[in-house]
């Protein structure tokens, strides 16, 4: 199916799931787990206990003194932990924690709809929980009659916890489906244009799915390339409980001595760690720097016209682009060095370099989140390709590199099952107008709010944007990850009625009419896996403190509103948690002793403390990607309609698309660093934060580590900061016609001149919430990101496209607000 992405919700169970080299895997005589049937919990000293858990940030004990989470100790099996985890652990007790069901006053006394400009100015009522639970469940009701079903959205996006059960995310669509239907949304903003443009190109979407395995860079590899790509900040964390085997990774190519070039506008920690050589291209401006490099291979007779022949299609069609041929401008290492920056010299140098070594080009996903972004994914395979290093040891490309431990070697271990949203079908649970649901893409909902009836196109079809009136959000934070935030704001006044479960007054929170408080996954029980890729344990998510406050689990509140639905057995299925989580682990062990291993019985596991390992066989060990498909191109052929990888796609060619032509093409994006019509001067990059997972922990304690001024820090190099009178520690004001926001400059070389950096994540603070356009107190850097989508193909988020001007702040200072008790600031 070539458009399956088009029909699946990737961020369903199945996301981040991704492919094994082979199914063949060998049955094992023995036992081989590392599990004491004698361990019992560990107590650390008298009055204290240690629970065993596991988050985003990897597997810890929790110390516990009178009743309190003193502590959380990294597991020792952790390659290396991350320092954030003494933020995970402050999230439980933050000022910030949200303690009570609260009900915006506007909305409580004068009905849904009232006063949408008042969303977000603090004024806030507590409610019990069963008076919360009949204004969800009445308003619910209101919405689908009065509109229908599709004016319900529950295609809330965002990084909710881990866990098989307390999936909030699935548990919110479980309500809504059960009870009457909702409109969905369907990608992701991580890789939302790369999953689409993929399976057009190499026949799967690929991002989630495994690369090379780091031993076999490290063996193989002579010069890896990390283009956009830095580990070592983002496999911090993974979607399902980190196991940090990219660390490990980066330790065996230091080891082998493997050479490291980072092509990236910052000097990044991978960079910095493996002593690479430094490349510093003009953001999004890649594709052309790709296109010279491509050019030199071609001019030079570097290519692998066999590999082309044999394993790609449509490299004639896109041969007179690469020429010139074809509009007269040869894309050539001179025509490449005036639009992205680096010498013509160099960018033929590097297309020397990677065809004479064996080549690996990790790239990671910053690109595609960009106008245009499906083209930067598309070209780096062509320049893969042209190499003719795929499949082979140590060659290629890999996309997951810095995404979750991709690259950690995948060991043999069970699939824990997971709670479904009871529209899959074999739970029990149906649609009850099944057929209705509607699904938009996911970064297109503001679009949806300002433009309903409107139709637009998306990945060959066409869908009719629905009028939405309710929208429910659990596990995501859209006042931090969507762009422009203030065309958002101004969409958000279309809404009736915004409803939130969290556990913290994020903006997003702050921002609804029904704010419920749900349990951290640390007061609550709970089982997953370890390692998106490597799959290497399964861990206890052990309760470690009572919930805080009125906190109730995200699944007991929809199983309320769903019971006062009429569907409460039909959600609940009479099972507790520790049914659903015995259930689950039972799954495993039947599906591990198929594969030849017995697993403890579920008593015997939960009690020991201790995360139950899975063994490492050479063949995973030692994954090549592509592999097979180069051994074998007929019998291991790729999912695309010609099997091999397209250069040229003839289904893209048919959407006539005039932003996704149908082979790799360079298109100027809206706004860029000295774009021929930009009209600020510095290029604004928007990476994913060192001290963060997106927004969650900002209202932690673990802020004040990397905070300037309690602002969010905006890199900028002394070359742009000393004309504009910025020393390093200055409040600054960073601006476009977008937005405008605070932030701390942090004066230095590590970033290219003319260009910024603020993480995407910080909380978005407005000095006057009533006010589009007011300034953001603490730095979310969306205030000043593009709306728009990156294409009509993929219609994915451009969070990483931006440009602005920054200056030193003269004005009083004002305080932040967002990161303690909602009062009112209007
Ligand atoms: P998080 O901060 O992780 O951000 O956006 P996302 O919305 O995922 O938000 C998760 C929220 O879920 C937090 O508020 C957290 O408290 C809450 N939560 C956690 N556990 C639970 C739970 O058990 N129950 C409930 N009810 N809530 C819970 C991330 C998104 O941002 C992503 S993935 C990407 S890749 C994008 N990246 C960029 C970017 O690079 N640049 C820009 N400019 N913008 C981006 N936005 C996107
Ligand atoms: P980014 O930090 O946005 O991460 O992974 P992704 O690869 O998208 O960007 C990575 C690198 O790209 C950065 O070093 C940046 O400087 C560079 N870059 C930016 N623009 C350009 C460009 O135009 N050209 C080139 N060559 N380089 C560019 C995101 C992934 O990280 C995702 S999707 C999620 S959901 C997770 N989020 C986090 C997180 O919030 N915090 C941490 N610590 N780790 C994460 N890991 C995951
Ligand atoms: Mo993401």
């Not at 985890?85 to 009570?100: K, M, N, Q, T, W």
């Not at 609260?102 to 019990?128: H, I, K, T, Y």
Request: glycine letters at 10%; one cysteine or more.
């Amino acid at each position: 199916e070539l458009r399956g992405v088009a029909h699946t919700d990737i961020e369903s169970p199945t996301r981040r799931r991704f492919l094994q080299g082979s199914a063949a895997t060998a049955a094992l005589s023995a036992m081989p787990f590392s599990l004491s049937l004698l361990s019992g919990g560990a107590m650390a000293q008298s009055g204290s206990k240690e629970v065993i858990s596991g988050c985003h940030w990897g597997v810890f004990t929790g110390v516990v003194e009178d009743g309190r989470a003193v502590k959380f100790k990294p597991w020792g099996g952790d390659p290396q932990p991350t320092p954030m985890l003494e933020g995970v652990r402050d999230s439980i007790y933050s000022a910030s924690r949200i303690r009570y069901p609260m009900v915006r006053r506007a909305w409580l006394e004068q009905g849904p709809g009232a006063d949408p400009d008042g969303r977000g100015n603090g004024d806030f009522v507590r409610v019990s929980w069963d008076k919360a639970i009949e204004l969800v469940a009445n308003e619910l009701t209101r919405v689908r009659e009065e509109y229908g079903q599709q004016a319900v959205y529950g295609g809330s996006y965002g990084w909710k916890s881990p866990g098989k059960l307390h999936n909030c995310k699935t548990l919110l669509r479980r309500m809504l489906n059960l009870t009457g239907g909702f409109t969905s949304s369907i990608g992701d903003y991580s890789t939302g244009a790369a999953q689409v443009i993929l399976p057009y190109v190499s026949g799967s979407i690929e991002v989630y799915e495994q690369c090379t395995t780091y031993p076999v860079l490290a063996e193989h590899t002579d010069l890896m390339v990390f283009w956009g790509c830095d580990p070592r900040n983002n496999s911090q964390i993974s979607w399902q409980v980190a196991d940090h085997g990219a660390f490990k990774g980066i330790d065996q190519l230091k080891e082998a001595g493997v050479k490291t070039l980072c092509i990236d506008p910052l000097r990044t920690n991978t960079c910095d760690y493996l002593d690479g050589e430094w490349i510093a291209p003009k953001p999004q401006t890649d594709v052309p720097l790709m296109l010279g490099i491509a050019h030199t291979l071609l001019s030079e007779d570097l290519h692998d016209q066999k590999f082309l022949d044999r394993y790609t299609s449509g490299f004639e069609e896109f041969r007179p682009y690469l020429t010139g041929e074809s509009d007269g401008q040869p894309k050539d290492a001179d025509w490449a060095a005036d639009i992205c920056g680096i010498d013509a010299e160099t960018i033929r140098d590097l297309a020397r370099r990677f065809a004479n070594n064996r080549t690996m080009l990790a790239l990671g996903y910053s690109m595609q989140r960009q106008h245009h972004g499906e083209q930067s994914t598309w070209m780096l395979v062509t320049l893969a390709c042209m190499l003719g290093q795929v499949g082979l040891p140590g060659g290629g490309y890999g996309l997951s590199y810095h995404y979750s431990s991709g690259g950690a070697p995948t060991h043999n271990s069970p699939i824990v099952k997971a709670i479904d949203d009871a529209a899959g079908g074999g739970m029990g649970g149906s649609v009850d107008e099944a057929g209705s649901d509607i699904m938009i893409p996911v970064a297109r909902f503001v679009e949806t709010l300002l433009n309903p009836g409107k139709t637009m196109q998306f990945n060959g079809s066409e869908i009719e944007l629905p009028v939405i009136k309710l929208a429910y959000w659990a596990g995501g934070n859209p006042f931090a990850h969507h762009q422009d935030r203030n065309e958002m704001l101004r969409a958000w006044r279309e809404l009736d009625t915004f409803i939130v479960n969290d556990f913290q007054w994020t903006a997003t929170a702050r921002h609804a009419d029904i704010v419920l408080p749900c349990t951290t996954s640390y007061e609550r029980n709970d089982i997953e896996q370890v390692g998106d890729y490597a799959l290497s344990h399964i861990v206890a998510m052990r309760k470690i403190v009572e919930p805080q406050f009125e906190a109730r689990d995200d699944f007991d509140i929809f199983a309320a509103i769903a019971d006062k639905l009429g569907k409460g057995y039909e959600f609940t299925q009479g099972r507790s948690e520790m049914d659903w989580i015995r259930g689950f682990y039972e799954g495993a062990k039947i599906e591990a002793r198929a594969k030849g291993m017995e697993m403890p019985v579920f008593d015997v596991f939960w009690e020991s403390n201790k995360p139950l390992a899975f063994p490492l066989e050479d063949e995973q060990k030692n994954f090549v990607r592509h592999e097979a498909f180069r051994k074998d191109p007929i019998l291991n052929a790729l999912g695309t309609a010609t099997g091999k990888f397209e250069i040229y796609s003839r289904a893209i060619a048919g959407f006539a698309y005039d932003d996704c032509p149908p082979h790799p093409t360079w298109m100027e994006p809206i706004e860029r660093l000295d774009g021929p019509t930009t009209k600020y001067p510095l290029g604004i990059s928007s990476n994913h934060p060192a001290g963060r997972l997106h927004s969650q922990l900002c209202g932690t304690a673990f802020r004040e580590t990397y905070a300037v001024q309690n602002r969010e820090p905006c890199m900028i190099n002394p070359e742009d900061a000393e004309p504009r009178g910025i020393k390093d520690g200055d409040v600054v004001r960073v601006f476009n016609d977008r937005g405008q926001i605070l932030a701390g400059a942090v004066v230095t070389d590590d970033i290219m001149p003319g260009v910024i950096m603020v993480s995407e994540g910080g909380w978005f603070d407005p000095l006057d919430p009533r006010e589009i356009g007011s300034l953001c107190r603490y730095g979310d850097v969306n205030n000043l990101t593009p709306g728009i989508a990156t294409s009509k193909l993929a219609q994915a988020n451009c969070g990483q496209t931006g440009a602005g001007d920054v200056e030193k702040f003269t004005g009083e200072l004002p305080e932040v607000y967002v990161f303690s008790q909602p009062e009112i600031i209007t």
